[in-house]
């Protein structure tokens, strides 16, 4: 019969789901009632689909491996000579960088303290080192020869697509730079100057990896001190946090397929590409989230005390990069205690135990920078933190509970329904997730929910607490609530919530492969997902190149523009040193009009108790001021009567700006 041959079930629950999602994406009469009746239909026929045996998605087996050591009793040993040394290593590398700054001395014995606490629980792999030798042998060979196989073009199509995705358009989309970046791009001129420090002081205090980053950029392609400098780093890492939720999603769902769905959804998405391109810390947490989850899945999976050890390095190595990534070390123990409570762990919690204190003791030495900063100076390390979360900058509006419930809630429905009011990094109040992975990833938390009270595996319930438990940055900003949910500082959840997307799916082409079971199986497969794809495609474009674009040109000044004009008069009749740029409340940072105009490190605000300052620079001058500001245009005229006004026309809607030339005196 026909219908024992479609997995009506899944796909029934699949078209609900959709159906869901697209009424509750943005429209003036919205409402949540009927998504959630919808939605309530849809995991009510994924439950029936699941039960009658019709999605039964794959599931990684438990392997063990005995820490690749070969026997049970040698699974605890490690060299202590080396962890000896490391360890002394490590606290006089907390002294030396006592001065917040990187130099040789201090470098060298941090990197050394690094590899020998490797080096001490390191565990031999024959296969890895056959893998290393084939490796070098292949890079030896004078001709190369690379063969591309029929199954490998769906994953060059893939990579394609998500390159396109991510670099489409970079230089502008989004167009201008904000305050925030004025920030960054000054401790990479401070650094390139010689201060090369651990944690960044300038407003309130920041981690270094992007600065630095950012500096290898400049260095490397010679493009100077500017947004696309800074957006190059960022998109890097986020596409380098790609490979990872491949092998996490391989790795959880049990199949090759489950990661590269779960690389292809990621890789579109409008969150994660938004956050990488406005070119700020915010991707370096997905960045490190991916491979410590990766590793750690792997290393409890299958015992081997390696995997934690690149966990621990990842973790270390992360903290370095963006604040909210501080959550992970918590989400990490979670982890561990979760698999030792289940059935899973048997005959292996102790050795969980040992391998997470390694994780830590690794970690903790690639943190050695930043904790020898942090013991010194507790309130600025923490200061970002803590003023979100306590009332060091103001009184919490409510009881705490009250706030971080309220808080909660929001963030766990922005997947659906709003992901909030930043607009820096987001089209303000819409869903976080496109129609088809919004879908997926609902049915996908209602699938794990299911089949965790089914077989109970640790693995289930950890992927469905690690996506709130990494959104936590966002959720305990309980002095600032309005700032609930932030993309930016919830971005480590992505990597959970596409590997949920992916493995979803995945059970969905499983169903449909499962039913048909004849020549057509392949075509279905392929017609869905390319469906699916489209459709997602489709709208992740619109939501990036158009709507985001545009909402970012609305909010941002055009500092770009006067940038230019600035640069233009100072290469021809002017100079950097006779033009200004007289400031307005809310309207452009004159830092960026320099940075803009080839000048880093150059303010053009020109105050109005300065302006008579301006008659002693001969030659002629240029002032840039805001067509309201009608004070400094009286004071312009009264100070250069010879002079004149000219609107800029700007290309973004209401942001013209007023030029005021003064001719060379006769």
Same mark, same amino acid.
């Given at each position: ?31 949540? &009632? ?51 040394? %490391? $360890? ?5 590398? $907390? ?15 941090? #990197? ?17 080192? /056959?893998?290393?030798?084939? @490796? ?49 791009? @000054? ?15 300038r407003n309130t205090g920041r981690e270094g990896l992007q600065m630095y980053l950012t500096a290898a950029i400049i260095r490397l392609t010679g493009l100077?001190?500017?947004? @696309? ?37 990621? &890789? ?41 050890? #690149? ?33 899973? %762990? ?40 803590? !003023?979100?979360?306590?009332? #060091?900058?103001?009184?919490?509006? &409510? ?12 963030? $766990? ?43 109970? !595996? ?13 959104? @936590? ?31 979803? $799916? ?18 279905? %497969? ?24 545009? /909402? ?66 001969? &030659? ?15 004071r312009l005229k009264d100070l250069y009567p010879q002079g004149w006004f000219q609107v800029y026309d700007s290309r973004y809607e209401n942001k013209d ?10």
């Amino acid at each position: 019969p026909l219908m024992a041959m479609v997995p009506w079930r899944t796909l029934g629950a699949l078209l609900l789901a959709l159906v869901a999602q697209s009424s509750l994406e943005p429209a003036p009469d919205r409402t949540w &009632g009927v998504g959630v009746v919808l939605y309530a239909s849809a995991f009510l026929m994924l439950v029936w689909a699941f039960f009658s045996d019709e999605w039964a998605t794959t599931t990684q087996d438990q392997p063990r491996s005995i820490g690749c050591l070969g026997q049970e009793d040698s699974a605890f040993l490690y060299n202590s000579t080396y962890l000896i040394i %490391s $360890l002394i290593l490590t606290l006089v590398g $907390l002294w030396l960088f006592s001065g917040n700054k990187f130099n040789l001395f201090n470098l060298i014995i941090w #990197l050394a303290a690094l590899g020998l606490i490797i080096k001490a629980f390191w565990v031999d792999n024959p296969g890895m080192s /056959a893998w290393i030798e084939r @490796l070098v042998g292949f890079l030896r060979c004078p001709s190369w020869r690379i063969e591309i196989r029929r199954a490998t073009l769906p994953v060059l199509a893939v990579v394609a697509l998500v390159v396109f995705f991510r670099v489409y358009r970079l230089e502008d989309v989004p167009p201008q730079m904000v305050s925030d970046h004025a920030e960054k791009l @000054l401790d990479v001129w401070d650094l390139l100057q010689g201060q090369t420090a651990v944690f960044f002081t300038r407003n309130t205090g920041r981690e270094g990896l992007q600065m630095y980053l950012t500096a290898a950029i400049i260095r490397l392609t010679g493009l100077g001190f500017n947004f @696309l400098s800074m957006k190059i780093g960022t998109v890097l890492a986020g596409l380098l946090t790609l490979p990872y939720i491949y092998l996490l999603g391989a790795e959880v769902g049990g199949s090759r397929r489950a990661g590269l769905l779960a690389l292809l959804f990621s &890789g579109i998405a409008y969150w994660p590409n938004v956050i990488s391109r406005v070119a700020l810390r915010f991707t370096l947490y997905p960045l490190f989230v991916a491979p410590v989850m990766y590793y750690l899945v792997r290393g409890l999976r299958t015992s081997n005390r390696n995997d934690f050890i #690149l966990a621990g390095l990842f973790l270390g190595i992360g903290l370095h990069g963006y604040t909210p990534i501080r959550i992970l070390p918590l989400v990490v123990v979670v982890g561990v205690l979760l698999y030792i409570l289940h059935k899973d %762990s048997a005959g292996f919690r102790k050795r969980s135990v040992y391998h997470l204190v390694i994780l830590a003791l690794v970690a903790a030495v690639a943190f050695l920078p930043l904790l020898s900063y942090a013991l010194q100076n507790l309130d600025s390390f923490g200061y970002r933190a803590f !003023s979100r979360i306590g009332t #060091l900058e103001r009184p919490l509006p &409510g009881p705490a509970l009250l706030i971080f419930l309220g808080n909660l809630g929001k963030a $766990l429905t922005m997947f659906a329904w709003d992901n909030g009011s930043i607009w820096l990094v987001s089209i303000t109040h819409r869903p976080a997730l496109d129609l088809v992975s919004g879908a997926l990833f609902h049915l996908g938390i209602g699938l794990l929910f299911v089949r965790y009270l089914r077989r109970r !595996s640790w693995l289930d319930l950890f992927l469905l607490l690690s996506i709130p438990l990494l959104m @936590l940055p966002s959720i305990l900003s309980l002095a600032y609530p309005d700032e609930n949910p932030a993309l930016n500082r919830m971005a480590g959840a992505l990597v959970p919530v596409f590997v949920v997307v992916g493995i979803t $799916l995945e059970g969905i082409l499983q169903a449909v492969e499962r039913r048909l079971r004849n020549s057509a199986t392949s075509l279905v %497969s392929w017609a869905l997902v390319g469906g699916l794809l489209l459709l997602s495609s489709v709208q992740n474009y619109d939501l990036v190149f158009n709507r985001y674009q545009a /909402a970012y040109e609305a909010a941002s000044w055009n500092t770009t523009e006067l940038g230019q004009v600035i640069g233009q008069f100072s290469n021809s009749i002017g100079d950097p040193d006779s033009a200004w740029v007289l400031p307005y409340p809310h309207w452009v940072d004159t830092r960026l009009v320099g940075m803009n105009a080839g000048y880093p490190t150059k303010d053009y605000a020109l105050f109005p108790d300065q302006m008579e300052s301006t008659l002693l620079v001969p &030659g002629p001058k240029l002032f840039l001021l805001k067509p309201e500001d009608l004070e400094g245009k009286n004071r312009l005229k009264d100070l250069y009567p010879q002079g004149w006004f000219q609107v800029y026309d700007s290309r973004y809607e209401n942001k013209d700006f007023l030029m005021f030339l003064v001719p060379p005196e006769l």
